[in-house]
């Protein structure tokens, strides 16, 4: 796994704050957990996944965004991919 870099090492020019924030967030503002599945309704993260993002490698960022992926699928097929205040919209 890839170390966050520190203010030195960008300082020094060894790492660019652009090379950390490569991967973009999965996040989509939602921000609301689901007390059934404990993932974020928005972005499909648990907590502890939340809050390493910004401190993870780009490794597990990969890592977190593939299990991300395989739950909104699962969402998808249990519900038609309805969550959150789209279900109540949807009923």
Same mark, same amino acid.
């Given at each position: 796994? %890839?170390? %966050?870099?520190?203010?030195?090492?960008?300082?020094?020019?060894?790492? &660019?704050?652009?090379? %950390?924030?490569?991967?973009?967030?999965?996040? &989509?503002?939602? #921000?609301?957990?689901?007390?059934?599945? *404990?993932? #974020?309704? *928005? #972005?499909? +993260?648990?907590?502890?996944?939340?809050?390493?993002?910004?401190?993870? *490698?780009?490794?597990?960022?990969? $890592?977190?965004? !593939?299990?991300?992926? &395989?739950? +909104?699928? $699962? !969402? $998808?097929?249990?519900?038609?991919?309805?969550?959150?205040?789209?279900?109540?919209? $949807?009923?």
């Amino acid at each position: 796994m %890839t170390s %966050t870099p520190t203010c030195r090492q960008w300082a020094a020019g060894t790492q &660019t704050i652009e090379q %950390t924030m490569s991967i973009k967030s999965p996040c &989509t503002s939602v #921000c609301r957990m689901s007390a059934v599945s *404990g993932y #974020c309704e *928005g #972005c499909f +993260r648990t907590i502890p996944e939340i809050t390493e993002w910004s401190r993870a *490698g780009n490794a597990q960022k990969r $890592a977190i965004l !593939a299990e991300v992926a &395989t739950r +909104r699928a $699962a !969402a $998808a097929r249990v519900d038609g991919g309805l969550h959150g205040e789209c279900q109540e919209a $949807a009923r």
